[in-house]
């Protein structure tokens, strides 16, 4: 085997793998999806290559959310841990993430059926990597943001802060658009709104969400304006719009496999 086709994670007598390599994901080309849970809208997520912001077309961005769990007595291990079992339980409501049920592990694809302006999106994320302290998760073609968000848990003196980081871009010129009318807006919220759902987890009464947002490369990437082609939100409208056709035609189809 060549050192291109070596995985992370494997290595050889004379050059052992990284300490670390069992919290990353395994090189994928294209997501695979498992068994789709009950209710989950499997739509744009199978198939897909990862996205980073090298991939991505708009502004790149770098935001961080933090929030100090002052009184309480949980460490990092504590709040990840508590995290990766109830991660879409902290989001808002309207929005879910359909992954396996015993918690967010390296390579796990998740599917996520989000709420965007009254118009529902389904797309999906792979977990990059997760350890005891942290977990990151990456997104493939037609999510709405090319890149990465890690959620971590640290100590500073007596107190664990927790966070969530991102660094990202708008995958494409319509997404680009969306976020400067408002989605930059929206999506902050939502952070915001699952660090402070985060810390009240653990008893604090009145968390403050830190955020520091910071636009790290003004320029558009127009050589990835194509990317609207996979674009999740415009096929997952077209899906919904034609969830009525589909609903007359299901039974012709069924009555055509018996015979």
């Known amino acids: 085997m060549s050192e291109m086709d070596q995985r992370p994670g494997e290595g050889t007598p004379e050059q052992p ?22 209710g989950a809208l499997n ?19 770098q935001k961080t959310f933090r929030v100090r769990l002052d009184g309480a007595t949980a460490s990092p291990a504590d709040v990840i841990r508590e995290w990766k079992q109830h991660f879409a339980d902290f989001w808002p409501s309207g929005n879910r993430f359909y992954g396996p049920l015993t918690g967010i592990a390296p390579g796990d694809v998740a599917i996520l059926n989000l709420s965007m302006g009254g118009m529902p999106l389904s797309t999906g994320v792979l977990v990059l990597y997760a350890d005891d302290e942290s977990f990151t998760l990456m997104s493939p073609e037609g999510h709405m943001l090319a890149g990465w968000i890690t959620f971590s848990a640290f100590p500073d003196g007596e107190t664990t802060v927790v966070q969530a980081q991102e660094l990202i871009r708008a995958n494409d010129p319509l997404y680009e658009l969306g976020l400067a ?23 604090v009464a009145e968390p403050t969400v830190h955020s520091d947002l910071v636009c790290v490369d003004r320029r558009r990437q127009w050589r990835n304006a194509k990317n609207i082609w996979h674009n999740a939100a415009i096929r997952s409208g077209l899906y919904t719009i034609g969830t ?12 055509a496999k018996t015979r």
Request: proline residues 7%; charged residues 25%; aromatic residues 12%.
């Open 17 to 38: 793998g990284p300490r670390d390599a069992a919290y990353w994901a395994k090189l994928v080309s294209r997501l695979e999806v498992g068994e789709i849970p009950e």
């Open 43 to 61: 739509l744009n997520v199978a198939g897909r290559r990862l996205t980073g912001p090298i991939q991505g077309f708009g502004k790149m961005w």
């Open 181 to 203: 009318l408002g989605g930059h807006r929206k999506q902050n919220r939502f952070w915001e709104h699952t660090l402070r759902a985060v810390a009240a987890n653990f008893g």
């Open 244 to 255: 009525p056709f589909r609903t007359v035609v299901r039974p012709f189809r069924r009555k």
